[in-house]
């Protein structure tokens, strides 16, 4: 599975951004998809998950409530939409799939995603 991510930026305090990540996988439709990201000096940490279909979601309390992670399996793209950010939301983004066929259901442990894309750094100023 080869992922693409765009989308990232600069953005002032209170504004918004919409990532996006493109599977080159024929099943993309069986990959549970994630977003993570990563601060200088600060490990990778979960941001959101997405199930096969989209009905499910999942996401990191600090994001819950501004942060919409959603897909369109007729494009092979899930995307990520950053509303209200904050200057600590600032971090290289980084889009993950399981492999095709692993659960169904939203993931969160970073050790369950062997393929990922390279980074959008996204960039708050306050």
């Known amino acids: 599975v080869q992922l693409q991510a765009s989308g990232g930026g600069l953005v002032q305090a209170g504004g918004s951004l919409r990532l996006s990540c493109t599977a080159s996988?024929?099943?993309?439709?069986?990959?549970?998809m994630g977003w993570f990201r990563q601060a200088p000096g600060k490990e990778r940490e979960f941001v959101a998950s997405?199930?096969?279909?989209?009905?499910?979601?999942a996401y990191a309390d600090s994001v819950k409530g501004r942060f919409t992670i959603s897909r369109d399996n007729a494009k092979n793209t899930v995307y990520l939409q950053l509303n209200s950010l904050k200057p600590d939301d600032a971090a290289v983004y980084y889009c993950?799939?399981?492999?095709?066929?692993?659960?169904?259901?939203?993931?969160?442990?970073?050790?369950?995603?062997?393929?990922w894309g390279q980074g959008t750094q996204v960039t708050v100023s306050s």
């Open positions: 997405i199930s096969w279909g989209g009905y499910r979601t």
């Open positions: 996988v024929r099943t993309f439709s069986a990959v549970v």
């Open positions: 993950a799939a399981c492999d095709p066929g692993v659960s169904g259901e939203v993931i969160a442990n970073i050790r369950r995603y062997n393929n």
